[in-house]
């Protein structure tokens, strides 16, 4: 029987010194995320996240909120929409 690894969350401190070891230090990915116990492509993803200034990161996180934010808006227009037209297809027009 097959089990499924349990996800392990880590900090975001953990992460960015994770990116520091590659970055900075000038250590391969494959080594640090062998070393850290992590997969690769999460240390590649946590470098496209925390391989960027604080501000910029931040910017990024706002936009993304943002985005996040209006899919869900326009997801809701779209069921009012279909709806009232759904409505209108029910009702016939009156004629006045």
Do not use: C
């Amino acid at each position: 029987m097959e089990t499924k690894k349990s996800q392990q969350r880590f900090t975001g401190e953990f992460k960015a010194e994770a990116v520091r070891q590659v970055t900075e230090r000038g250590h391969p990915v494959a080594e640090v995320a062998a070393r850290l116990g992590v997969s690769s492509h999460s240390q590649y993803a946590w470098i496209k996240r925390y391989g960027v200034p604080p501000a910029q990161r931040a910017q990024q996180d706002s936009q993304s909120d943002e985005i996040r934010r209006l899919k869900a808006e326009l997801r809701r227009v779209t069921e009012e929409r279909d709806i009232l037209r759904k409505a209108a297809a029910y009702f016939p027009r009156q004629s006045g």
